[in-house]
């Protein structure tokens, strides 16, 4: 979070067809600040601090969702030093509603914002306390701020100590500013547009696909055909029944939105826990050893299962109360006795929104209620159409086939958080080829298990040879043919794109580490360097190891042939990986300062990247592509992910500015100083 604190002044759009620059919009703080010290007891205080904000200006919440604007954050200079918090900062009431801009949903305060933070002291002795806040302030532009807070515990004013600024630190930070030209094109619209709504629709697609498996399941076939019989037969008219069933499918549904809603309240999904899986290791190794344990369980080892009490209470409520309230307790009931075959469909899908596009809870909502939906639907087209029923296949052994299956679809989904993690972590143990074969080998399996040539103890007798089974067993061994290919010739695999490792994780030697082979430099000194000798502009790519978005725009993007040709002969292209965990020399690491006297380690290489992108380009999120002229003139205005045409008209349009920047000979390379350090 350190890395949002370096923007000292950021703005991502401008809704006016006149764009308002820089230095217009931060001539004033639209929001003025008052801060109060709450005496409790001799060593409990309270810290308060209360906003008033200007007219038709918003100030963002701690959690708001990532995409939108930037969210409030405190920094308590010298915790543990003297004293400590008592919990996180309780904030007043906000307000919450969809952003046109970024198309999403932002979390903000209206004319007056309150904050407090209880406090203990640990040492009766110290003069004060120091409170760094990061807050961005929007109206038709955002402007972000730091400020600082100074609470005296005494009967004088306090005066932190100042902190030594040695000059090696400072130079280095000062090398991290580029002196850009044309910065106003980094608001401008570059016309890629937002996937966020389709993104939506594909993970409510993909719940309802979860949802249809888990109705082959044993713990869900066997129940429509009885429930569909109870509303139909159980009521005076079948008017009545048809109604009742359906009333019971909208039941199911609003249980699984139900379930969905405490995500949105949650401080910790907001930003905190769901939203750093894709670059935390621990969290990637925690949800492989999860999706493990529902495979076993599909295999029948054991069984997850709720307690039965709940279940048991639940229909004797609905036998009880009876009515619209009865039915839903018989909803209730179906999703309590199916959740050993549920559960795990459940723990994928949760694991998938949280590493998707934009803001978790909303995508979690779409994915439970398309879940919900297909889980519903049968249940109202058999009371609409009894008839079908009799063309329901019976209950039996192919049941158990759908968890193995199952089983096996959890497995491979396991390894893509394994791979996360040894990405993360350049441990070297997943490469490529080792990813895609144990895919491989799981397809097999997989076939081998439909052809009945084993079982597994727990699930019964092998699989019978059917039509489906065999052609289970085909699409498997289609699938591991497909996998073979694209492992042994190196043909990026586009139907995959984001879950294998990439294509330059590899065991084998590779001429280049970068992906599709090209060309790259990791460090943007020698980049630099090499567009000023070969006269080739640059494509500045800031990607990071587990950005599935990033791989995605590698393998279906970057390898169009026309868009690779660019990529090739015409740009210098700088890939800065801003989640390299590895640790710059010791010579090279160091403090940076900012205006306000915070200050921020700079240790990674990672740590270093990061705050070059957010300090020169406002930027915190990838993949994030800029275009620049060898004298670092901005040729376009940046893109983040889009599609084939959209990237190659970019690329193109960049060409087109660069030339035009040539004829006129204004692109001069004498340059002094600016740049970061190179990096070894």
């Known amino acids: 979070m350190d890395r949002i ?58 959690y708001t969702p990532p995409g939108g604007a930037l969210p409030t954050e405190f920094t308590f200079k010298n915790e543990g030093g003297g004293y400590r918090t008592l919990g996180p900062v309780v904030e007043s009431e906000t307000q919450t509603a969809f952003s046109e801009i970024f198309e999403v949903d932002e979390t903000f305060f209206k004319e007056t914002a309150r904050f407090t933070q209880k406090i203990q002291l640990t040492d009766l002795k110290i003069n004060g306390i120091q409170v760094d806040m990061f807050y961005q302030v929007c109206a038709e532009v955002c402007i972000g701020v730091d400020k600082t807070f100074l609470f005296s515990l005494s009967d004088q004013p306090y005066v932190p100590e100042a902190t030594a600024l040695d000059a090696e630190s400072l130079a280095k930070g000062d090398a991290l500013l580029l002196d850009l030209k044309n910065k106003e094109r980094l608001v401008q619209d570059s016309g890629s547009g937002s996937n966020s709504k389709q993104g939506i629709w594909v993970i409510f697609g993909l719940g309802f696909i979860g949802g249809l498996l888990a109705l082959l399941t044993p713990c869900v076939f066997p129940m429509i055909p009885l429930t569909v019989s109870f509303f139909t037969k159980q009521t005076q008219s079948r008017s009545k029944g048809v109604a009742r069933a359906g009333f019971y499918g909208f039941c ?105 596009e934009g803001d978790v809870a909303t995508n979690l909502t779409a994915g439970m209620v398309g879940f919900g939906f297909a889980l519903a639907l049968p249940f109202t087209l058999f009371a609409l159409f009894p008839s079908w029923l009799q063309r329901l296949p019976s209950s039996g052994g192919w049941m158990e086939t759908v968890k193995v299956v199952l089983g096996f679809l959890e497995l491979g989904l396991a390894l893509k958080f394994l791979s996360n993690a040894d990405l993360i972590g350049n441990w070297g143990i997943l490469k490529r080829e080792v990813f895609l074969g144990i895919w491989i080998l799981l397809a ?49 695999l586009k139907a995959l794109s984001g879950f294998p490792p990439p294509d330059f994780y590899t065991i084998s030697d590779q001429n280049s580490d970068c992906p599709l082979g090209l060309e790259c430099y990791k460090d943007f000194n020698k980049g630099l360097e090499e567009s000023r000798a070969s006269g080739k502009p640059i494509l500045l790519d800031f990607t990071g190891w587990a950005c599935v978005n990033c791989r995605k725009m590698e393998e279906q993007v970057w390898s169009d042939p026309e868009v690779y040709q660019r990529l090739r002969d015409d740009y210098v292209l700088i ?5 390299e965990r590895k640790q710059l020399p ?17 240790e990674s290489v990672g740590d270093y990247w990061s705050t070059f992108q957010n300090l020169n380009f406002g930027a915190v999120s990838q993949p994030y592509y800029v275009l620049l002229s060898p004298s670092l003139e901005i040729l376009a205005p940046p893109v983040q992910n889009t599609d084939v045409d959209t990237y190659r008209t970019w690329l193109d349009s960049g060409i087109e500015a660069y030339e035009n920047l040539a004829d006129s000979g204004s692109d001069s390379f004498a340059l002094q100083g600016s740049g970061p350090v190179q990096l070894d």
Request: aromatic share 18%; hydrophobic share 50%.
């Open 5 to 62: 604190k370096t923007i000292l002044l950021v703005f991502f759009v401008c809704l006016m067809s006149q764009g308002a620059t820089l230095h217009a919009q931060a001539s004033a703080d639209p929001v003025q600040w008052s801060q109060e010290l709450v005496r409790e007891s001799d060593s409990i205080y309270t810290l308060v601090f209360e906003a008033r904000i200007d007219p038709e200006w918003h100030l963002y919440s701690q």
């Open 252 to 356: 199911i549904v609003l249980i699984y939105f139900l379930l969905s809603l405490p995500f949105h309240f949650f401080e910790s999904v907001d930003s905190q826990i769901l939203n750093t899986i894709a670059t935390n290791i621990w969290l990637n190794l925690f949800f492989f050893v999860v999706f493990v344990a529902f495979a076993f369980s599909f295999f029948g080892y054991y069984e997850l299962t709720l307690p039965s009490s709940w279940a048991s209470k639940a229909d004797q409520a609905s036998d009880r109360i009876g009515g619209a309230i009865g039915i839903f307790f018989m909803a209730l009931t179906l999703a309590i006795v199916s959740f050993s075959c549920t559960g795990p469909i459940l723990g994928g899908l949760l694991g998938s929104t949280a590493l998707s």
């Open 444 to 492: 097999l399996l997989l076939a081998a298990y439909l052809l009945g040539a084993f079982r597994f103890k727990k699930t019964g007798a092998a699989v019978r040879r059917s039509p489906w089974s065999i052609g289970g067993a085909l699409l498997s061994l289609g699938f591991a043919a497909y996998l073979t290919y694209g492992l042994f010739t190196g043909t990026p």
């Open 575 to 579: 890939s800065l990986y801003v989640d």
């Open 586 to 602: 010791a010579d090279q690491q160091f403090v940076f300062f900012y205006e306000n006297g915070a200050q921020k380690e700079i």
